[in-house]
């Protein structure tokens, strides 16, 4: 079974008890995989498949995935409203997010009953005494549970844990125990949490599950992390169009990094595609965008966006060369850099070209004169006229801000 | 109502709402007072019975005990084995304990049901779902609970708190809401978990209970506190023999305490107890042990109790001026202060001495001639006769180590 974990290294970061995956996978009996969710209304992006196209890999072997709702928390009322904590949701926002969560794992996952399975956490809590809750308790330290990174930085700021928020990794943790994870697919910060459940495990006399932690990949725009609140993701329901033009938006840097973990091309293709630069990196981050739309859409609707953004961008022929329009204004506005372009023309003329459409900076399409524009980037005004506006270099100085050529 | 919070003052250290209390006091209600217990075996002392006492005042009032039983988490189970966590009890143990419990309140407080009603936490936490003790704890947060003494110590001296301890004042603080406390009469060292009541109180709609501390008086042996495990404490099942004789032995300088917070003796008198020395200490203490065993078992038993000790110490008129036993050993035996005390007699007269009970030190009998003794102490060894046995001062050398008279 060297090869089904060689495959699942690929985007790997640790994997917690590689033994007993080993021994597990030989032994031919069907895993458990615990995929743990909380009920808030779900967004999964490409990060989140990671995870569930490895699960994917082991449900074709005939593995099981347990998708685990953990709506006992969501019911949680927390009449301080502290803002760390999560919403109380009704039963009905509770389906309707299940439902929703379903019907984007369906994107990745299997749902047939025999790799498939849905689990609620409620199921064991509300039939357990709070007795019994307290004995989980006794079987944790204060010291275990502020060993969390979460917990020590918020204490470090100064900031409130309410204790629910400090008692959940133990739920959390007894969860693997109660569905009997064999394995847990997570991201690094939920390693904390899947390690308590192992630990759950071997205090109440279970095999510990095998847990893998994957890397967390940067978003669109280079931050850390995709997330909802800086919208700098790639969602699974995104439309196949919004995925490739996402993708070819990313910062030249990432797509190695993109086509590793989004991707299935071989680790060669993979490697040509890095430190690539101009017109090269573009066709790094099309061959990147083509697969992850085939991954998620087929090969025939990835053809059909690579030809339609080829149409859109690439065919109206940017030209190699373009004349430079040097810039020293700290914050041009789009309305300057029109200026600049077409000296001779008048305001409501370069107002015109805005309202018609024909403006685009990087090939997007610009409405409002008064956008500022970061530096440098391609200027397009009118069906035949390109500018590559720069800043000007800080030995210049003297010359009148803008110099241009005439509207066209 | 001032006369009332008067007369609790005596043995109060602090009020935590004392206009509460005033005002609840004047509205002519009943008030239900907190007696909260855990379900380990009791051993209560007069320590315990000065809050109850202070109950017995207000039951006298018309006011009722609510006597708690915390049966819950005594059923919480550790398999970790820590030390600092209370052993599970079974069902049967816990129903016995509380029969003891009963017995030895009893002692004390009115048990008839129009001032006395017997609760267990188990009736409101055994019917609570997990979700709803969660919102509990969204009720409170970590720093809060952390604050605790008890909790900081540990930490601060790298000892473990395991979760379900550190969770333990949430529920003794939420029963306070359960049980519609009005007031609560507790150690200083139970103020934080009381608090926490008045937390919950507040939170969830209910007017908070009053919380009085009193002072924690020292152990018989003048060390902080009575406790089984050090042995000196008066029990309250203790007979009327023995708490005389108890008190009998306390420091000299605790006359006046034990007085004031463990008799009704008037202030004027408990003050003329204070700072005696020599037979007016004695004379303090005959007045404290009588009062105390007055209050227990009646002024009969008292009297008796008092003529029984006046008998076998007093009367057999230890002389106010006796020959001195000059002792420089380090750690003299029975024996060795019975050969300083009788040089001429043979080590079998002396052993007979002890055999027929005639050896006293400080009035209680001697049988073990091997026992070591620590000095100064009053040897008496026959009838009659009388040492003060004191050590040998450092400037003294060279003397035989023992100088005694003949045996008579």
Known sequence: MNAVIDRLRRTTDLIVGADDLRERLDSGRPLRIKYGVDCTA?????????????????????????????????????????????PVLTPAQIDANAASFLEQVSLVLRTDPSVFEVRRNSEWYDAMPVAELLGLFAQ????????RDMFRDRVAAGREIAVHELVYPVLQGYDSFAMESDLTIVGSDQL????????????????????????????????????KSLNNYIGLTDSPRDKF????????ELVEA?????????????????????????????????????????????KAELDAFRRTFTDRTEP???????VALAHPTVLDLLRAAHPNASNSDLRRLLRQGAVTLNGIRQHNPATEVDLPVILKSGPRTWHRATPTP???????????????
Do not use: C
């Not at 759950?200 to 095998?210: D, E, H, I, Y």
């Not at 991707?263 to 040509?272: F, G, N």
């Not at 190699?320 to 040097?326: G, N």
């Open 245 to 252: 033009g996402k993708l070819m938006s990313i910062p030249d």
């Open 258 to 302: 993109y086509a590793r973990v989004y991707t299935e091309l071989p680790p060669e293709t993979v490697a040509a595609l890095a430190d690539a630069s101009g017109p090269a990196a573009r066709d790094a981050k099309l061959r990147l965008a083509a697969a992850v739309v085939t991954r998620y859409h087929g090969a025939g609707v990835a």
């Open 140 to 147: 944790v330290t204060h010291a275990q549970l502020m060993a």
């Open 192 to 227: 904390f949490n899947e390690q308590l459940g192992r630990h759950f495990q071997q205090r109440l006399g279970a095999p510990p599950q095998v847990v893998i932690t994957t890397p967390i990949t940067p978003g669109i725009d280079g931050r850390a992390k995709q997330s």
């Open 320 to 326: 190699a060369d373009m004349p430079e329009l040097t």
């Open 394 to 408: 800080p030995t210049a100085g003297g010359a009148s801000p803008l110099r241009g050529s005439p509207l066209t």
């Open 42 to 86: 779900p967004d999964l992006h490409l990060g989140h498949a990671v995870n569930l196209w490895m699960m994917r890999q082991l449900q074709d072997l005939g593995h099981r995935v347990v998708f685990l709702l953990g709506d006992l928390t969501t019911r949680v009322g927390d009449p301080t409203g502290r803002s760390e904590t999560r």
